[in-house]
């Protein structure tokens, strides 16, 4: 990791948030590629652009008390759940305003994957926080593949494991996503 944001980490751990900006900046262009992902994965049916989405997550960010700052993986780990937040906040929105019989464009938001398994972006959500009270390592992994469509490698590196010990938790986490996709569908009929 980059020496300036692991100083900037510590100054912001030990209170200082006026670093907060800093940090954002250097990361901003892989903030702004995960954003331009995410838009790419699902259709809200508004226009949101990465640039919007970026700004978004650091709007929630110097807004929160409670700022992430241990390190780069606990920070993209909040971005990731700022993005998915925003992004449901918007497929709730189009769908608050179909109910009032506005017309919106009737295609539902999807999130394809898994298989050509197709499964609703707030559906994924609703999972990734089920598989997070079983294992809260899975769930982190399911949001850097899903969410910010990171490398097995690149998880690695946040995770400090080898990549195929990333690629093995993959695994567990999809079988997991999986079956509670699978229970729910039962449930549901």
Not at 8 to 22: A, C, N, R, V, Y
Not at 30 to 36: G, P, R
Not at 91 to 101: D, L
Request: one cysteine or more.
């Amino acid at each position: 990791m980059n020496k300036r944001l692991i100083q900037l980490f510590d100054k912001i751990q030990k209170g200082d948030t006026s670093h907060i900006k800093e940090v954002y900046s250097i990361l901003y262009n892989d903030i702004k590629a995960i954003a331009a992902y995410q838009i790419n994965l699902i259709n809200t049916g508004e226009t949101v652009t990465p640039t919007v989405l970026a700004n978004e997550c650091y709007l929630k960010l110097i807004m929160s008390k409670n700022i992430p700052s241990q390190n780069r993986r606990h920070f993209m780990q909040y971005l990731s759940k700022s993005m998915r937040s925003f992004l449901l906040d918007t497929i709730r929105a189009k769908n608050a305003i179909k109910r009032n019989g506005l017309k919106v464009d009737s295609s539902m938001s999807q999130f394809i994957g898994f298989d050509d398994i197709d499964v609703r972006f707030m559906d994924i959500d609703r999972m990734i926080n089920l598989v997070d009270k079983v294992d809260p390592i899975l769930a982190e992994i399911l949001q850097y593949k899903l969410i910010f469509n990171l490398t097995y490698i690149e998880i690695g590196d946040l995770l400090k494991k080898s990549d195929r010990q990333v690629q093995r938790l993959w695994k567990h986490a999809k079988t997991l996503l999986l079956a509670l996709l699978n229970s729910d569908d039962t449930k549901k009929e």
